[in-house]
């Protein structure tokens, strides 16, 4: 039985969107193309969900062109070779009894593989080719036609002026112009990282584009996906799914810069090629790529380019988790914009305008004592900013609990010396769409004139604050005096001592745990222990001595050389390496160089340290925490911590001499860790007491030590220091 005439118009959902309507409408330009979309399937079904598909017709003076293509109908990957066609391939008219015979058939049609496999609605397409006879000019191609093609049913379609197109004349292409669209994020997991398509150009027959990829979001971070533009696809109007021909190095594999830390707001860009698409299948593109909204093209006949076609977008839809995403990053660039505003605010000494942001009542009162205090003393360069490592905590009429960072100068100190504050705050909007803040709380590093410390005092090489009072001014002069004093004896040593420091007079303990963090009962001054990035740069921030008067004045001395003078030296020593040290500096490092030079080991220290010395005091152990004393049950434990560092270096000197322990610290601060640029790796975190070298910095000490010192180790130092100080 012959079978009968099959004619089957295609209907493509799903992965792909195909707009046939806006092309059926008839040109003004006389045309011998027209649109066919047409399909058939096989016979007896021998290739289940796969169909013919004829595209188009073109006639060129006595040359049928016909587009046709094999399309995956089902929902799985169609990856089977296909036996096709059978015997000869033939265009015909019944009714006007013609009948021509292929005299070509692209190779991609003749008993494909598919080695790349077919997704579903993908389609593989080429042209049949026919001659016709002398005499006869086409004329019956206008009526009813059918395509043989076995071993699938025959498919016969209409010729008609409705479906008259206009082959694209792919001469006459603008060579270059810029297509200035940004492909959206579809996926949360690239919810910041826009991708943009730029600069577009036609090269031997190929279509070149632009492609950047934006880290959109606040912070650097370390990319590990694996997604890379040589996934992209150009989308034809014949369904298929083109691959780049040539992607350049710095995209191929990923979005991202390769081995780099990806930093806010970089892009990451390159060019893909694709092959330029058959002219009757370029009037309308997509270019897809895994995870992001696809970008439809369409040529302009006037400019002979493609443009990117406007994004259709429901005005009632809900948002979408990365709209959500997108939504809360505008939100916290509003926030910024706030406190930017408000530095440049308190730049213009607009204090009115400055108070104004703030809720009236306590809050407001609260930063008007700030403004005031702030312009009786030399604090300078205000600066307000949002740490961008942080989650935005919503609350039902704004944010609460937002990281802002207050920074400010002290005059007459050098102007890298900055000091820090973190602040936690609420916003809420106000009518008018602008914000009020609700709360502050100076939750690290408060401003010292903020809790009362306003009386200054000045010499040569010191600026020493205290609180208001005869007896706090007394012990601050007293301390102003040492300070000199201690700053003449450094000055004889190699240290890199600076011409003007700050430091703080402190009585009461709460005041001294507020500006140090540390403990006023075990601790008798302190320096500080935080950094910050700074121009590329990580810092030493908050530098100042800071005197623990009531430890001095209040409570019974540790230890015969805890006197005030060799404090005030010791912390003095901490400020001038300051500039030097790291949060990856080992603490025993740290405390005993601050140590060696204050003089605070001798053998009466030796003698006490031999008594009371544990197995589990070790270097190893010291050089993985932040600071001395972390974890200690008592004071007498972190005395004896510092004394062994001391020891420590003390016999370094012995070997290498002070020059060998100043290059020694400075080894350290040119150590840095590759991941040093890791988010996670600087100050500015969601808690503000991370460690975030806490597992590295035993690694990095030993490294450094080895290195310096012809393989030396740590436990080669414990025996030797222990030999030292006559420990068994």
């Known amino acids: 039985m012959t079978p009968s005439p099959v004619s089957v118009r295609i209907v493509i959902c799903g992965l792909f969107v195909w707009a046939w309507a806006s092309l059926a409408a008839p040109l003004h330009v006389p045309t011998r193309a027209h649109r066919v979309q047409r399909m058939t399937q096989t016979v007896k079904g021998e290739y289940p969900d796969l169909g013919l598909v004829v595209f188009s017709l073109q006639q060129s003076d006595r040359r049928i062109l016909l587009r046709v293509g094999y399309m995956n109908t089902g929902q799985g990957n169609w990856d089977r070779p296909v036996d096709a066609p059978q015997g000869d391939v033939i265009l015909q008219s019944s009714l006007q009894g013609k009948k021509l015979k292929a005299s070509h058939i692209d190779a991609q049609l003749r008993r494909p593989t598919f ?14 080719q026919f001659e016709l006879a002398d005499g006869d000019e086409g004329a019956w191609l206008r009526g009813a036609v059918t395509l043989v093609f076995e071993p699938f049913l025959p498919l016969s379609f209409q010729i008609d002026d409705q479906a008259a197109v206009e082959p694209l004349e792919m001469g006459r292409l603008t060579p270059e112009w810029d297509m200035a669209a940004t492909m959206r994020p579809a996926v949360e997991a690239l919810a910041f990282f ?5 600069k577009t150009a036609i090269l031997d027959d190929r279509i070149v584009m632009e492609l950047g990829f934006r880290n959109a979001s606040r912070y650097p971070l370390k990319w590990t996906g694996t ?7 150009l989308l034809t109007e014949e369904a298929e799914l083109l691959r780049p021909v040539n992607v350049s190095e710095s995209i191929v594999d990923r979005i991202a810069p390769s081995g780099k ?4 707001q970089q892009e990451n860009k390159g060019t893909v090629s694709f092959a330029l698409p058959h002219p009757m299948a370029a009037q309308r593109l997509s270019l897809l790529m895994p995870g992001y909204e696809p970008l439809t093209l369409v040529f302009d006949q006037k400019t002979t380019r493609w443009s990117a076609a406007p994004r259709a977008h429901a005005a009632d839809a809900m948002p979408s988790p990365v709209d959500l995403i997108q939504i809360e990053q505008q939100v916290f660039d509003e926030v910024v914009d706030v406190w930017k505003e408000l530095t440049q605010k308190i730049a213009a000494r607009s204090f009115d305008g400055f108070l104004q942001a703030f809720a009236p009542g306590n809050v407001r009162d609260a930063q008007r004592q700030f403004v005031e205090g702030a312009k009786k003393l030399p604090v300078t360069q205000i600066e307000f ?13 704004g944010i609460r609990d937002l990281w802002v960072e207050l920074r400010w100068l002290v005059a007459g100190l050098p102007r890298d010396n900055e000091f820090v504050t973190r602040m936690q705050c609420d916003m809420r909007r106000v009518k008018g769409g602008g914000w009020e803040i609700t709360k502050v709380v100076q939750a690290v590093r408060p401003a010292f004139w903020t809790i009362g410390f306003t009386q200054m005092h000045s010499s040569d090489h010191f600026i020493v604050f205290s609180k208001p009072g005869e007896a706090q001014t007394e012990k601050a002069k007293l301390a102003m005096g040492q300070l000199e004093k201690s700053w003449s004896r450094l000055r004889k ?10 430091a703080f007079a402190v009585e009461d303990k709460e005041d001294f745990k507020v500006l140090t963090g540390r403990d006023a009962e075990t601790f008798a001054g302190a320096t500080s222990a935080a950094f910050a990035e700074r121009d590329g740069e990580l810092r030493v921030i908050n530098q100042a001595v800071y005197i623990n008067d009531f430890r001095f004045f209040s409570m019974q001395r540790l230890w015969a050389k805890q006197d005030r003078q060799v404090t005030i030296q010791h912390e003095l020593a901490h400020l001038a390496l300051a500039p030097q040290t790291r949060p990856w500096t080992p603490s025993w490092l740290i405390e005993g160089l601050a140590m060696f030079f204050a003089k605070q080991s001798d053998s009466f220290t030796r003698d006490a340290l031999r008594q009371q010395v544990t197995p589990d005091l070790r270097l190893s152990k010291l050089s993985s925490i932040p600071y001395l004393g972390q974890g200690a049950p008592d004071a007498a434990r972190v005395m004896l911590e510092y004394q062994y560092s001391g020891e420590a270096v003390r016999w370094l000197e012995k070997q290498h001499g002070e020059k060998g322990l100043l290059t020694l610290y400075k080894a350290f601060a040119d150590a840095r860790p590759e991941d040093w640029d890791d988010p996670s790796s600087t100050e500015a975190l969601q808690s503000p007491d991370a460690d975030p070298f806490a597992e590295r910095r035993e690694a990095i000490t030993r490294a450094v030590i080895s290195e310096r010192f012809d393989g030396l180790t740590l436990e080669e130092m414990d025996t030797a220091v222990r030999q030292e100080i006559g420990v068994k």
């Open 227 to 233: 997604l890379g533009a040589s996934q992209a696809r």
């Open 385 to 397: 900013s949002v740490p961008p490592y942080q989650k935005l905590h919503r609350s039902t009429d």
């Open 115 to 128: 080695p790349g496999g077919l997704r579903p609605r993908e389609a593989v397409a080429g042209t049949l």
């Open 493 to 502: 040593t190699l240290l890199p001592l600076g011409q003007r420091y700050l």
């Open 194 to 198: 826009p991708m943009r398509v730029g």
């Open 261 to 264: 830390i990806w930093k806010a």
